[in-house]
Nanobody, 126 residues
Framework: QVQLVESGGGLLQAGGSLSVSCAAS????????TGWFRQAPGQEREFVAA????????SYADSVKGRFTISRDNAKNTVYLQMNSLQPEDTAVYYC???????????????????WGQGTQVTVSS
């Protein structure tokens, strides 16, 4: 059974940086495309970033491009999201997701992912 566990969320001021992690277990992590999504109160879950199985291809939402960086360490079964220049509008629950045996490098829509973590809260104050 696949488990994805996020960690690293917190409360910080605008302009700050934060890194969140997602540890995977239960299947060969290197055989997965992974992504980060977020959901703010009253809003739909939205795509943030995605990374291919070997980290060679990444994709970002326009709203985070240039500020966020997704990376992965398959030896540690972990995917990371480094967030810089955070703003109040980045406040949300951040979820990681995995798609095993991917048929393309990255996925940017939630319905393409098979497994989800429980989420970690990121709150940015102004």
């Amino acid at each position: 059974q696949v488990q994805l566990v996020e960690s690293g969320g917190g409360l910080l001021q605008a302009g700050g940086s934060l890194s969140v992690s997602c540890a995977a277990s239960g299947r060969t992590f290197s055989n997965s495309a992974t992504g980060w999504f977020r959901q703010a109160p009253g809003q739909e879950r939205e795509f943030v970033a995605a990374i291919s199985w070997n980290g060679g291809i990444t994709s970002y939402a326009d709203s985070v491009k240039g500020r966020f960086t997704i990376s992965r360490d398959n030896a540690k079964n972990t995917v990371y999201l480094q967030m810089n220049s955070l703003q109040p509008e980045d406040t949300a629950v951040y979820y990681c997701a995995a798609r095993f045996a991917p048929t393309r490098p990255v996925y940017t829509t939630s319905r393409d992912y098979d497994y989800w973590g429980q989420g970690t809260q990121v709150t940015v104050s102004s």
